[in-house]
């Protein structure tokens, strides 16, 4: 059995715990919850891997380490997150349960107070972060923002974010901007770390078998130190309606074969309207599986592609269509995804296709029932959004969901931007 308890601590500061005996480990996270901004997202994405680095009890990562395999070999890793127009910085902590210490001994207070330990008392040089530290960790993530164009699937897809959205908070990437990496200071850094710790929205989550009660009283006391005060509130998310005409926009580079995206708004549909459990469907039929129109149709039978998916981003109110084709392909690929759409639009699908739709979705509900980390996630968006449906509501959405249902949803979609990547001599 699976309860889920939501309770705000301190003002700005919520709590949700997820109470289950199906893993042996217990998960954690913490995480702070920013406006997306060009001018604060990469030292915001900087801040829990420097972090990491050390304590003002545990110096470096080698003693953090030791300190971890006290904890029968638990982990605590950064994250950084990117959910519509709002950015998540923290960290995750994965730990035996209590239930399955061979000894009876207890992890969760101690794991929830190094968590807390490496949010809230860095260690530092000089009345800043340690310049050693801020340093390695600033080529580190500069090496995750190079390494983005390397992947050209991902690359297309975000050159097409910033195309669609060019005057949306959106366009910014979870990690910045390499020329905002390059200016960070061990001093600006800490002054940024100030201003987050003050100023945002703090997400706490548990899940694991530990009462309710003893995970709020293990985290207000590993979070105490937080300052007290207003939280500012995250911006809404831009969930924009389509306006114009489509626009096209190419680049060259040297690859060997083409990346095609395609950008959609849903009419405005996005996690937190009626609509969305059908608008999930139409995505599952559409793109989203392997039983999908994009696939068995624009893949399989005609051969237009070397992939091709959609994927709906839940609180944007976005779907974009991935592909993979020969650069002479462009317009026959581009064709064929724009006419799939108009089958769904136009009903021109069968029985069986939106049953595969709906039983992949509750399917993936299920798995994330089984899953400590989608299960964090799943509830770290909803909370952004706040929504409060379960998995299980979810599931029980999407088997209501009827073919006309879909039909309206399609009809909602419409093609914003298209983006192709193709080689420089085309």
């Given amino acids: 059995m699976l309860t889920v308890i939501r309770k705000e601590l301190w003002p700005g500061v919520s709590l949700t715990a997820v109470h289950t005996d199906k893993f042996k480990s217990s998960m954690m996270s913490v995480n702070l919850l920013a406006p997306l901004r060009e001018e604060t997202a990469a030292e915001n994405a900087l801040i829990p891997y420097v972090l990491r680095r050390g304590t003002a009890k545990h110096l470096d990562m080698q003693q953090l380490s030791a300190a971890l395999d006290e904890l029968y070999g638990g982990e605590i890793e950064p994250a950084v997150r990117k959910e519509g127009e709002t950015q998540a910085v923290g960290f995750w902590a994965s730990v035996l349960d209590d239930a399955y210490t061979p000894d009876g001994s207890v992890i969760l207070e101690p794991a929830a107070r190094l968590m807390g330990e490496l949010l809230l008392e860095p260690y530092t040089e000089a009345g800043a972060f340690c310049p050693d530290y801020t340093a390695g960790e600033k080529e580190n993530l500069l090496d995750r923002i190079r390494g983005i164009v390397n992947e050209k699937q991902q690359y297309s897809i975000r050159r097409l974010s910033e195309e669609m959205c060019p005057d949306e908070d959106f366009r910014v990437g979870k990690y910045g901007s390499e020329a905002r990496v390059e200016a960070i200071t061990p001093q600006s850094l800490w002054a940024r770390y100030q201003a ?53 926009v190419e680049e060259t580079m040297e690859v060997t074969q083409g990346k095609l995206a395609l950008g959609f708004r849903t009419g405005g549909v996005n996690l937190t309207s009626p609509d969305y459990p059908a608008l999930a469907v139409f995505n599952a039929l559409y793109g989203g599986t392997t039983s999908s129109r994009l696939f068995l149709h624009v893949r399989e039978k005609l051969s237009l592609c070397y992939f091709a998916s959609s994927m709906l981003l839940k609180i944007k109110g976005v779907l974009m269509v991935s592909s993979g084709i020969e650069f002479d392909k462009f317009r026959q690929a581009r064709d064929e995804i724009l006419a799939q759409l108009e089958a769904c639009r136009t009903g021109a699908f069968e029985d069986w296709e939106l049953d595969a ?21 799943y509830w770290l968006v909803r909370n952004l959004a706040g929504v409060s449906v379960t998995p299980e509501e979810f599931a029980r959405q999407i088997q209501a969901v009827t073919r006309q249902d879909v039909v309206r949803a399609a009809n909602l979609v419409e093609l914003d931007t298209t983006y192709f990547l193709k080689g420089v001599e085309q």
């Fill in 196 to 248: 987050l710790l003050a100023g945002a929205r703090v997400e706490l989550y548990y899940c694991g078998s530990a009462p309710a009660q003893r995970v709020e009283a293990a985290f207000r006391e590993a979070f105490a130190g937080l300052p007290r005060g207003e939280r500012g509130p995250l911006p809404a998310c831009q969930v924009r309606p389509h306006a114009g005409q489509p626009r096209l």
């Fill in 357 to 377: 739709a709906r039983s992949w979705l509750v399917s993936s509900a299920q798995k994330t029932l089984d899953s400590q980390g989608l299960l964090e996630d």
